[in-house]
């Protein structure tokens, strides 16, 4: 037997325990539903129902905020009235699903909330096929971060974490340290969407040793949900400062209004 081929058996027999390992696990805790918990076949994913209580965000969609039309205009690249009346900081948002009471609220308050970190794995695989036009031509991930404070009590950033998650499968770079929240803003619930701009104006920042990681590059920043954008702006806009070729943005769910 050569040395390649002893590789290759070794590799066989790794992967077979794994499957081994995998089947006994699913004997003792059968594979559920993320969202309700209810029996499945597979895991990491959603029983029938909570499936289709999922309202996905596919095309025809503004090309711009990535906001689903309410009709097939006909033609691609189309931009809604929002979009030409108020363009955003960034080039482009996708998202997976619209961000409204079910399943989609569950997950994303199970994972920021609830310890459920194993959550990530399948929101992040979610957010890389809604943003797979976006990852093609990206240079560096930018997980939305926490500021120090809020980190230090929650313990984790979940956006670092869908981040994690999305490099592994695209391939593309994540960097979690580059961009800072310099800020402690509360929190922005019940604000207004002027008052949710000027909360978070300034908050975030890219120290002068880090703008070799930033510069010229193409960016896309990751955050879980995204609600009015103003927090997603205040990134851009300072990634763009920090010298940033573009900033897409990829979040699993986002608050659609009208």
Known sequence: ???????????????????LAASAADLVFPPSCLACRKAIEAPDA????????????????CERLGTPFPVDLGAEGLLSPEAIANPP??????????????PVRRLVHRLKYGDRLELARAMGAWMTRAGDELLTEADVLIPVPLHRGRLASRRFNQAAMLAR??????????DAFSLIRIKPTPQQVGLTRSQRAANVQGAFHVAPDARFHIEGKAAILIDDVMTSGATINAASRALLRAGAARVDVLVFARVVTG
């Open 1 to 19: 037997m050569t040395f390649r081929a002893g590789i290759s058996v070794s590799v066989a027999i790794a992967r077979l325990f794994r499957q």
């Open 46 to 61: 959603l029983c029938s129902e909570c499936w289709r209580s999922v309202r996905f965000i596919e095309r025809p969609f």
């Open 89 to 102: 900081v960034y080039d482009r948002a996708r998202a997976v699903a619209h961000f409204d009471d079910g």
């Open 165 to 174: 998650v999305i490099s592994e499968q695209s391939g593309v770079p994540a």
